[in-house]
């Protein structure tokens, strides 16, 4: 799999300045971001991103359920989708996996392996 584009959702902008820089400058990746699920489901089926960063914790709709939705759009439903969380018990992990995301990104997260880490997940060039 190669990447070319990454949307990063995340209400809280300071992570989506970082993971931003990140993906632009180390990845060297186009970046959608946006600050809520509800505009990631709006814009994926448009932007149609290679990966989706999406944040677990947002107010309405949270990372879960903003999964789900993309799910239920055939255009994006098959978008891989990583989890950014501080919520990185293994039980969670679990639950995150089994809803359907590609993987989990432990925040506070190492900016510069950012990119490392999002092709690890994606076993992606």
Do not use: N
Request: proline share 7%; hydrophobic share 45%.
């Amino acid at each position: 799999m190669k990447i070319a584009k990454v949307m990063i959702v995340d209400d809280d902008e300071a992570v989506r300045a970082i993971s931003t820089l990140a993906a632009r400058k180390i990845g060297g990746w186009e970046v959608v971001s946006v600050g809520s699920g509800a505009e990631a489901v709006a814009l994926a089926p448009v932007e149609r991103p290679d990966v989706i960063l999406l944040d677990v914790m947002m107010p309405t709709p949270d990372g879960p359920t903003t999964l789900a939705m993309l799910r239920g759009d055939p255009v994006s439903a098959q978008i891989p989708v990583i989890f950014l969380t501080a919520k990185t018990q293994q039980h969670e992990i679990d639950d995150y996996l089994e809803l359907g995301a590609s993987g989990v990104i432990c925040k506070p997260f190492d900016a510069t392996a950012l990119p490392d880490e999002i092709r690890r997940i994606l076993r992606a060039e």
